[in-house]
């Protein structure tokens, strides 16, 4: 659940996601996707699919991509013929976890930051569920946009139709991260300026709020509640 409304991120000295708390939820996401084979509705899955049997190999960014969740749900469930190669950005702290899983895979890499990545070729980036969590975010769509793949996909976006707003979420009841409702005109204007048009806006229903009719924002005004976060493909003009 979220809690207030503010106009600026406030300042974190932590990153939350940095912390045991969230590596440990991580860790137990993906032990259930490799248990039972599991997907979820991200927009990026039959975007790749879609891509690849075009060109029988695709190159994706994943920024905000955890431990790896992408390249398990691809390498189990695409046949052989067809390649990959997955590129992940995450914090220091997740990227050394990844980094010593994956030493034997030669088609996933994990890196710190845009900057340090060396390739630029790529066909489709992905930001899931981490948009909200950026404080300048503009920035960053310009700086994939830079990249000039074929689409840009957002996962799991909170968008709204009144003005930005920031608000504080409850993790486990106790760790407090700040998170952005993004106003829906605005969100698709930045990718206009950055030379992408919006091709798709889906709902998106959350596996954490399956049994919720709708998100638990009944402490907002009603003019600032949604029922769903939503997916968003944007193709290159």
Sequence with gaps: MWKG??????????????????????KKNMKFI?????????????????????????????????????YFKLDNFIEKKFKFDLTIVEN?????????????????????????????????????SCIQYINLW???????????PKYIVFSDVPLIKKKNF?????????????????????????LKNNNYDLVSIVPFKN?????QKVLPMRNFKKENRIKNTSNLLFKRK
């Excluded at 503009?138 to 000039?148: H, M, T």
């Design 34 to 70: 490799k248990e039972n084979n599991l997907f979820y509705d991200y927009l990026i899955y039959p975007i790749i699919l879609s891509e690849l049997k075009i060109n029988k190999k695709t190159k994706i960014l994943d920024f905000g991509g955890g431990l790896g969740e992408l």
């Design 138 to 148: 503009k920035d960053l769509i310009k700086s994939v946009s830079n990249f000039k």
């Design 5 to 26: 409304k503010f106009h600026k991120f406030p300042e974190n000295k932590i990153n939350f996601f940095e912390t045991d708390l969230w590596i440990k939820k991580l």
């Design 92 to 128: 220091k702290k997740i990227c050394k976890i990844a980094n010593k899983s994956f030493k034997n895979r030669k088609n996933i890499k994990f890196y710190e930051n845009l900057n340090k990545i060396n390739y630029k070729n790529f066909q489709i980036v992905h930001l899931g």
């Design 207 to 211: 596996p954490t709020y399956y049994l």
């Design 166 to 190: 920031i608000s504080k979420q409850v993790f486990n009841k106790t760790k407090i991260i700040p998170y952005r409702f993004i106003n829906n005109k605005e969100l698709i204007d930045c």
